[in-house]
């Protein structure tokens, strides 16, 4: 994404996520990368809108639980 042209005026913006990736259903190639959505939280919570991140969260657990159950060997 950041070797793209048509995304190069646009800013980056760093997280600092407080843990690591619960996502389960692929493996990241860095212990610090996170999926989308888990990025979304992060970026939710240095917005200081906390009620729309543990939505999200909450949302998020209920999908990747519901996923997992079709996918015997991420159990």
Do not use: W
């Amino acid at each position: 994404m950041f070797k793209s042209p048509s995304l190069a005026g646009i800013p980056v913006l760093g997280i600092q996520p407080q843990s690591s990736s619960n996502y389960r259903l692929r493996e990241a190639a860095q212990e610090h990368q996170l999926c989308t959505a888990e990025v979304a939280i992060e970026i939710l919570k240095l917005a200081e809108d906390h009620t729309a991140a543990e939505a999200l969260a909450t949302y998020f657990a209920i999908f990747r639980e519901a996923y997992i159950v079709g996918k015997p060997h991420l159990k």
